[in-house]
């Protein structure tokens, strides 16, 4: 599954895009679409995105899990270490394990609260645009589809901007490009 950006100019592309992405049968839950005006979108049968397709929530909350674990890990061994006398009837292995599930959903609730702060990469490039009254559409596509819906979409509007995210805009999203 690839995602597609379709940077459309106005409502009315906007709603003859869905539709049309409706009758090369891709699914509604396939479809995102965010801008300024997503009252108008809804009122349309269109789908809105959500914190989930328009913020880097997933991704934070598995750097979270990442990073969380090995730190529980540490800390539950600091603990059984400093805590020796203290923690008679507390086993070494339950204590590293505990740490270690503590760490990880420590490590995902504090990511995704900063994660449902940052744009997506394409949403943060395209911030500009939506605010100007552009909707930005996030298309979920079978890898083999890619091309047909592409040259369908480019066909029928060649004034929309139709984008995938590359390899170092990743990168430099996730703070580890130029």
């Known amino acids: 599954m690839s995602r597609l950006y379709f940077l459309t100019p106005d409502l009315d592309t906007t709603v003859n895009i869905a539709h049309e992405l409706n009758g090369l049968k891709l699914k509604k839950d396939q479809v995102h679409v965010t801008g300024r005006d997503w009252k108008q979108l809804q009122e349309q049968g269109?789908?809105?995105a959500t914190l989930r397709e328009t913020t880097d929530v997933v991704n934070a909350a598995m750097r979270g899990l990442k990073y969380g674990i090995p730190l529980?890990?540490?800390?539950g061994v600091i603990a059984y270490?400093?805590?020796?006398?203290?923690?008679?009837?507390?086993?070494?292995?339950?204590?590293i394990l505990g740490m270690a599930v503590f760490g990880g959903l420590f490590g995902i609730w504090s990511s995704t609260m900063i994660g449902v702060s940052v744009h997506d990469v394409k949403v943060d490039k395209f911030e500009g645009e939506i605010e100007?009254?552009?909707f930005l559409m996030m298309v979920d596509v079978p890898a083999d589809r890619e091309e047909e819906i592409y040259s369908a979409i480019h066909r029928h509007h060649p004034e929309v901007v139709i984008d995938q995210v590359t390899r170092d805009e990743l990168n430099h999203h996730w703070g580890t490009g130029r």
Do not use: K, P, Q, Y
């Not at 529980?72 to 800390?75: D, E, P, S, T």
């Open 46 to 48: 269109v789908h809105n």
């Open 72 to 75: 529980g890990l540490a800390l």
């Open 81 to 95: 270490v400093v805590l020796d006398n203290a923690l008679e009837g507390i086993s070494f292995v339950l204590l």
């Open 132 to 134: 100007n009254g552009a």
